[in-house]
């Protein structure tokens, strides 16, 4: 999109802005706060959500980092008796 293109694009969403925010004044007090409880709840749950992945990747990192933790000391305790079995044989 060119430079004209983007400017035309911005006053549009302004003007969408400035409807929104008049249609917004001129609603009454009981829709006004029946409106930010919508908005909040919304927010909530998006709150929500973003905390349970959160929580989701750290237990899914741990588990991986767990997992990589036992496999990298079963392979030393593999290297280990390899190398005990090869000195007992010579």
Known sequence: MNNKGKGI???????????AVLGYKRLPQDKKDKLKGRLNEA?????????DVEESVSETYNNVKGKLSDTASEL?????NTKKDLEETI
């Open 9 to 19: 694009a911005a006053l549009i969403g302004l003007g969408i802005s400035a409807l």
């Open 43 to 51: 927010g909530q749950k998006i709150k929500d959500t973003a905390h």
């Open 76 to 80: 030393s305790n593999k290297a280990k």
